[in-house]
């Protein structure tokens, strides 16, 4: 069983920067991919940035590109998402998520952590 916990969420004022960490536990060592999404109230889900565990091969949404960062750290099995330049349309809870296969599926979710960021 796969387990993951996110963190790092807040309340921040327009332009701030947050790190949100996500950090795996249990059956990981053969995971391809994990993932940021996020769900804006009244929102579909929609995905963030994900980042290839071998290859650290990262891949954004354009809204965010050139403000948030994804990283992973191997060995501790975490993966961040650097936000700078927050907007308030960036408020939203923040899942991380683990596909096993690389094929898009993300078989594993977080339980979400709260962005907020005020005008």
């Known amino acids: 069983q796969v387990q993951l916990v996110e963190s790092g969420g807040g309340l921040v004022q327009a332009g701030a920067s947050l790190r949100l960490s996500c950090a795996a536990s249990?059956?990981?060592?053969?995971?391809?991919?994990m993932g940021w999404f996020r769900q804006a109230p009244g929102k579909e889900r929609e995905f963030v940035a994900r980042i290839t565990r071998s290859t650290g091969y990262t891949a954004y949404r354009d809204s965010v590109k050139g403000r948030f960062t994804i990283s992973r750290d191997n060995a501790k099995n975490t993966v961040y998402l650097q936000m700078n330049s927050l907007k308030p349309e960036d408020t939203a809870v923040y899942y991380c998520?683990?596909?096993?296969?690389?094929?898009?599926?993300?078989?594993?979710w977080g339980q979400g952590t709260q962005v907020t960021v005020s005008s």
């Open positions: 998520a683990l596909d096993v296969a690389g094929d898009g599926r993300y078989e594993y």
């Open positions: 249990g059956r990981t060592s053969s995971s391809q991919r």
